[in-house]
T-cell receptor, first 112, second 119 residues
Framework: GENVEQHPSTLSVQEGDSAVIKCTYS??????FPWYKQELGKRPQLIID?????GEKKDQRIAVTLNKTAKHFSLHITETQPEDSAVYFCAASSSYGQNFVFGPGTRLSVLP | GAGVSQSPSNKVTEKGKDVELRCDPISGHTALYWYRQSLGQGLEFLIYFQGNSAPDKSGLPSDRFSAERTGGSVSTLTIQRTQQEDSAVYLC?????????????????FGPGTRLTVL
C-alpha cells in the first residue's frame, strides 16, 4: 500500500522567512496530493492541492511542487506570518480520493 | 451552509464497554471518511464510504471496529470492548465526490472530532 513520509517533523522560522516541507510517496499510482493545515485544537483544512499532470501550483504565498519521477512533492510558504503556525499534513491518493494516506505532519512555528 | 458535525464531542468510557460515534456529513457529499488522531500524531485512515459502493475497510485496526453509513448520509463508527489504546480523537470527513473535478470535488471537509477517552 501507499506510504507517505514527511520532513521535517518540526520547523521553526522567523516571521517573513520562507518555509519548505517535503513529502515522499511510494505508490506510483498516486495522482492527487493535497495539503491540510491543522491549527491547535481545530480540524484540518485544505490549503492547496495538486494533481499528477501538473508540476507546480501557486496560491498567493503558498505553492506546491510535484516531481512524479522522484515521487516527492513539497509545500512552500513565503513571507511567513505568525498565523501560519500550525501542523501541516501532506497526503497522497490514487483515483483522486481513494486510498487516502496522510503523512505524519510537520509542526511549523513562525517566530515574531 | 452546515458543515460536518460529529457527536458526541467528548466521550469517556470504561475499558471493555462499547461506544458509538456519529458523523453527519455535508448534504450531497457522496464520500465519507473516518480517521483517528492520537495526541500529537498524524491522521490514521480507518474507513471510507463512496455512494453505494462497498466501503474500504482497509484501515480498521481490529475487528472490534466497524462502521456503517445509512442511506448514504449519516455514519456511525462502533468500537466494541474498548481498550485504553483506543483513546484518541476520531475525525470524520466528507467530500463531494471521487474522481477529478477540481478541489471542490476532492476537498475533504472535516468535522470537529470526537475525543474518546478509555479509562
Amino acid at each position: 500500500g501507499e506510504n507517505v513520509e514527511q520532513h521535517p517533523s518540526t520547523l521553526s522560522v522567523q516571521e517573513g522567512d520562507s518555509a519548505v516541507i517535503k513529502c515522499t510517496y511510494s505508490d506510483s499510482a498516486s495522482n492527487y496530493f493535497p495539503w491540510y493545515k491543522q491549527e491547535l485544537g481545530k480540524r484540518p483544512q485544505l490549503i492547496i492541492d495538486i494533481r499528477s499532470n501538473v508540476g507546480e501550483k501557486k496560491d498567493q504565498r503558498i505553492a506546491v511542487t510535484l516531481n512524479k519521477t522522484a515521487k516527492h512533492f513539497s509545500l512552500h510558504i513565503t513571507e511567513t506570518q505568525p498565523e501560519d503556525s500550525a501542523v501541516y499534513f501532506c497526503a497522497a491518493s490514487s483515483s483522486y480520493g481513494q486510498n487516502f494516506v496522510f503523512g505524519p505532519g510537520t509542526r511549523l512555528s513562525v517566530l515574531p | 451552509g452546515a458543515g460536518v458535525s460529529q457527536s458526541p464531542s467528548n466521550k469517556v468510557t470504561e475499558k471493555g464497554k462499547d461506544v458509538e460515534l456519529r458523523c453527519d456529513p455535508i448534504s450531497g457529499h457522496t464520500a465519507l471518511y473516518w480517521y483517528r488522531q492520537s495526541l500529537g500524531q498524524g491522521l490514521e485512515f480507518l474507513i471510507y464510504f463512496q455512494g453505494n459502493s462497498a466501503p474500504d475497510k482497509s484501515g480498521l485496526p481490529s475487528d472490534r471496529f466497524s462502521a456503517e453509513r445509512t442511506g448514504g448520509s449519516v455514519s456511525t463508527l462502533t468500537i466494541q470492548r474498548t481498550q485504553q489504546e483506543d483513546s484518541a480523537v476520531y475525525l470524520c470527513a466528507s467530500s463531494l465526490a471521487l474522481g477529478w473535478g477540481g478541489s471542490s470535488y476532492n476537498e475533504q471537509f472535516f468535522g470537529p472530532g470526537t475525543r474518546l477517552t478509555v479509562l
